[in-house]
C-alpha cells in the first residue's frame, strides 16, 4: 500500500512536469497525465483540484481565467518561476529515488 | 443538459468559502465535470451512465468543500526548505537549551535552599546570588546542564537530516543552542566589567571565574565556560550523525525525497 504522501509527492512532480511545456486546464491535466503514464497515474477531481490549489498556495503555479481556442472561459494553470526551480530537483529526487529502490529489489538476499 | 455549475456549487453550499470564492470554484469544476461527461459520451456511453459517473466523481470526496479550503488556506502554514531543515529545528533546540538552563538552575534552587534555608535570601536574585557562592552547587548545576547538550546537538542535527538538511544544515543546525550561549556570555561580560549581577537563564550558575583555568582572565574564563565547553559539548551530538550522512550525493537526493514524505517535515 503506497501511503498519501508517496502518492502527493508523486502527483505534484506529474503535475509540474505536463505544466512545463504549457498552460492547460484542470481537465487536460488529468487527461496528459493520464495519457503520458499509460493510466497508471489516474486524477479524479476531488485529487485534482485540492492538489491544485495547493500547489498554487505554495506558489509554484499561477491561475487565471483564459479562452480555449473555441471561445470558451476556462481557468489555465501554469508554471510559476517557483514552481519551474522545484521541478528540476524534484525530478533528481524522484529518479534517485526509484533507482535506490531498485538497486534495493534486485539486490540478493542476506 | 446538465447544470454541474449548480451541482457543484450546492456540494460547496457549506463550505467556508466566501459566496466569490465558491462561485469561481463551482465554475471551474462544473467545466472539469462538463467534460469528463462530454468525454465519456464520445466514447459511446450514454448520458445517463455518463451523467451517473461524473456525478459519483463530484461526490467521491464527502469533505470536498473542506479539502478545497485547507487546500486555499495552506500557504500561511507552508515552510520551506530552509525554513524546515534549518529555522525551524535550530530555533527549537535554542528554546530547549534555554528552557534547560533555566529549569535545572530553578530546579537546584529550590532543592539546595530546601536543605539550606537562608532566611535572608527570599527574592529569586537572592538565591542565584547565594547558590552561586558555592563552587560546588553551581559546578553541580553546570554540569548537569551541560550533560544534556550532546542531546540538543544530535536532536538539530538529526532533526534537519530528517528534513532533508544537508551536512552544512545539519551542523549549524546542531549549533544554534550557541547564539543562546553567546548572549549570556556577552552579558556575563558585561555584568563583570560592570561589577553587577545578572541572575537570569542560568547566569548565576556559571562556576566562578578561574574555576577552570586560574590562569586565564574573567572574561577567558567566561568564554571557555560558556562557549568552549558548550560548543564541545554540542559538537558530541552533533559529530556522530553528521559522520553518519556521509552518504553519496545520489542517496542524499534520494533521502531529500523521503524526507518531503516524512509527515514531520512535509509541510
Not at chain 1, 500547489?55 to 514552481?83: C, D, F, H, I, N
Not at chain 2, 515552510?79 to 530547549?96: K, S
Request: glycine content about 10%.
Amino acid at each position: 500500500m503506497i501511503s498519501s504522501n508517496v502518492k502527493r509527492g508523486s502527483a505534484e512532480l506529474a503535475i509540474l512536469s505536463v505544466l512545463a511545456h504549457r498552460p492547460l486546464h484542470g481537465y487536460e491535466i488529468a487527461q496528459r497525465i493520464e495519457r503520458q503514464t499509460q493510466g497508471a497515474l489516474r486524477f479524479t477531481l476531488a485529487s485534482l483540484y485540492p492538489l491544485l490549489y495547493r500547489m498554487e498556495s505554495r506558489g509554484w503555479l499561477r491561475a487565471s481565467w483564459g479562452e480555449t481556442p473555441g471561445g470558451r472561459a476556462r481557468r489555465y494553470y501554469r508554471l510559476t518561476a517557483a514552481g519551474q526551480k522545484k521541478l528540476a530537483p524534484l525530478r533528481k529526487q524522484w529518479k534517485e529515488l526509484f533507482r535506490a529502490l531498485g538497486r534495493l529489489a534486485e539486490a540478493p538476499d542476506g | 443538459m446538465v447544470d454541474w455549475h449548480g451541482k457543484v456549487s450546492r456540494k460547496l453550499e457549506h463550505s467556508k468559502f466566501s459566496a466569490a470564492e465558491r462561485e469561481d470554484i463551482s465554475r471551474e469544476l462544473g467545466h472539469y465535470l462538463e467534460y469528463l461527461c462530454g468525454d465519456a459520451s464520445s466514447r459511446g456511453v450514454d448520458d445517463p451512465a455518463a451523467t451517473e459517473s461524473a456525478t459519483a466523481e463530484l461526490h467521491e470526496d464527502k469533505h470536498l468543500g473542506a479539502s478545497l479550503y485547507r487546500a486555499r488556506r495552506e500557504n500561511a502554514m507552508h515552510l520551506n526548505d530552509r525554513t524546515r531543515q534549518f529555522w525551524f529545528p535550530g530555533i527549537t533546540v535554542l528554546l530547549a537549551g534555554g528552557a534547560l538552563l533555566a529549569a535545572s538552575q530553578a530546579a537546584a534552587l529550590w532543592t539546595y535552599h530546601a536543605y539550606a534555608p537562608m532566611p535572608h535570601a527570599q527574592r529569586y536574585p537572592d538565591l542565584v546570588h547565594n547558590l552561586a557562592r558555592h563552587d560546588g552547587a553551581a559546578l553541580m548545576i553546570y554540569l548537569g546542564w551541560l550533560y544534556t547538550l550532546p542531546f540538543l546537538g544530535a536532536l538539530g542535527a538529526g532533526w534537519s537530516r530528517r528534513c532533508g538538511g544537508n551536512r552544512l544544515a545539519q551542523i549549524t543546525t546542531g549549533f544554534f543552542p550557541l547564539l543562546l550561549f553567546l548572549a549570556i556570555f556577552i552579558g556575563q561580560w558585561i555584568g563583570v566589567e560592570r561589577n553587577t549581577f545578572l541572575p537570569f537563564l542560568g547566569m548565576g550558575s556559571l562556576p566562578p571565574a578561574h574555576f577552570f583555568f586560574p590562569f586565564l582572565s574573567v572574561s577567558g574564563n567566561l568564554f571557555v565556560s560558556w562557549l568552549v565547553i558548550p560548543g564541545a559539548a554540542l559538537l558530541l551530538g552533533v559529530l556522530p550523525l553528521v559522520w553518519k550522512s556521509g552518504i553519496s550525493g545520489h542517496d542524499r537526493a534520494a533521502s531529500a525525497t523521503v524526507a518531503q514524505l516524512d509527515p514531520v517535515c512535509a509541510r
